[in-house]
């Protein structure tokens, strides 16, 4: 099976590239990422010598992509901004990576007549929920930050294409997901990296925003699943199980790190903070087998011994010097290539 991931050098593209050239030994994987500041080639280092392994930087809103996509099996389509602050503060590089973007991609497997195709979405499409509840597939769309925006009008062309044109797609929803090489600028990685460096950690409002927790592991067996076992047209929300307020969660990094909870400093909260999330999977339970694995508590310490272990990854992702990372560790097998070269790769 030939597999297109958008989006595989960020965090959870990385972590389900990773996972699928493990888990199946005859799949070929070829990433395409545009190298965005979330976008890190030393999050796939491990897999530069693997010769079932492909990457190529283009921006999936040129329209040539059809290209890259020609002769796949399936495309998964992670690429996406998704930092709700910098949505905020600039939302047009949002439109075009998670609109435009999608659209293009759409566009290309119904050209290529590829087979099955995965937009990886959000819960934040949902909007905010008060206390009780959770979020189902039928639940309303009602996104609140620009962000959300432009990944319910992603998924929104998706279902388009899949009525109108009887496109092969399939839509995954997930809750907050942390673990391994997740970029420091999301909750729980800028809290262990502030606590690690002994900085405060700054929690918006009054911390009490709760979100539902899931390992990155666990997401990427249930796109697996969904990939293999999913059916056309649905929609699959994917959660953890593991709601958690944010000073709860601040509060246990530094326990787990040694570190005083006086390092909390409550900040002023963002425009339009969603107050809760909650995530309803049974129909991805019932339908498909799927259980996550990881308990929140375990998670937590084993994400926190990932950073410890690994602090000149996150070091160097702290200071910007990672985007230098490909020409100090160009290898001939990571087809690091131009848009021009890559419409000429085999």
Known sequence: MKILVSGGAGFIGSNFVRHMLIEHAGYHVTVVDKLTYAGNLSNLTPLQDNPRFRFVRMDIADPEIVELVRGCDAVLNF???????????????????????TFRLVEAIRQTKVGRFIQISTDEVYGSLGPGGSFYETTPLAPRSPYAATKAAADLLVLAAVHTYGAPC????????????????????LMIAQALAGETLPLYGDGRNVRDWIHVSDHCRALD?????????????IGGAAERENLTVA???????????????????????DRRYSINCDKLKSELGWQPRWQFDAGLADT???YKENRDWLDE??????????????????EFVTRQRSLAAP
């Open 225 to 237: 699943l969904v990939l293999h076992q999913g059916r056309e047209g649905e929609i699959y929300n």
């Open 79 to 101: 690429a996406a901004e998704s930092h709700v602050d910098r949505s905020i503060e600039d939302g047009s590089v949002f439109v075009r990576s998670n609109i435009e973007g």
């Open 304 to 306: 926190i011994h990932w």
């Open 251 to 273: 509060r246990q990094i530094l326990e787990l790190l040694g570190r005083p909870q006086e390092l909390i400093r409550l900040v002023a909260d963002r425009p339009g903070h």
């Open 317 to 334: 992702v702290r200071s910007g010097a990672y985007r230098a990372y490909f020409a100090r560790h160009y290898d001939r097998r990571m």
């Open 170 to 189: 399939i839509i995954t929803r997930c809750s907050n997901n942390y673990g391994p090489y997740q970029f420091p600028e999301k909750f729980i990685p």
